[in-house]
């Protein structure tokens, strides 16, 4: 009973973090500045990245993990650098 309870929870968890990934991507569609479109695209990444993680668990493949941590590092760099352009108008100096 415990590893179906286990598989459901993770079906579960799934489900709404695919939800809640749709309502980002509302965000990002009808945000009505820049600032809320850059939060809806930090929301994204975060969900995909926790949608691999309960991928990987449920399959036990550790490709999954590693793709997430990609996802975590580029996600984070990039929401710097869109933060910085909006405060700044340039990314590099």
Do not use: C, H
Request: charged content about 15%; glycine content about 8%.
């Amino acid at each position: 009973m415990t590893a179906l309870f286990l598989l459901w929870a993770i079906l579960v968890a799934q489900l709404i973090l695919g939800l809640a990934m749709l309502l980002s991507l509302y965000r990002i569609i009808k945000g009505p500045r820049a600032q809320d479109r850059v939060l809806g695209l930090d929301a994204v990444y975060m969900n995909a990245m926790l949608l691999l993680i309960t991928f990987g668990i449920r399959t036990g493949d550790s490709i999954y993990f590693e793709i997430a941590l990609a996802i975590a590092l580029l996600g984070f760099v990039s929401t710097i650098a869109l933060a910085k352009f909006l405060m700044r108008g340039e990314v590099i100096e």
